[in-house]
C-alpha cells in the first residue's frame, strides 16, 4: 500500500478542497436558510459533491495504472 502524503503537494487532497469542502459549506448554509419542505436539497448538494469526487479518484487510479 503506498502513502498517503496530507499535503497540497498531493492532487487529490487539493480536489478534496475544490470539490467536497465548498459543498459542505453549500450544504450548511442550505440547511440554515431554507425552509422545513426543501431540507433534502443539502443533502443531494453532499451526495453530488462526494459522488462527482470520488468518481474523479477512481479515474485518476486507473489513469495512474494505465501510465506505468
Known amino acids: ?6 499535503s497540497f503537494q498531493n492532487k487529490r487532497v487539493r480536489i478534496w478542497f475544490a470539490l467536497v469542502l465548498p459543498s459542505v459549506l453549500l450544504a450548511v448554509l442550505l440547511y440554515i ?9 443539502p443533502t ?14 477512481v479515474l485518476d487510479k486507473r489513469k495512474q495504472r494505465s501510465n506505468k
Open 1 to 6: 500500500m503506498e502513502r498517503f502524503d496530507m
Open 33 to 41: 436558510f431554507l425552509p422545513n419542505e426543501f431540507q433534502f436539497i
Open 44 to 57: 443531494l448538494v453532499l451526495i453530488v459533491g462526494l459522488a462527482i469526487y470520488y468518481a474523479w479518484v
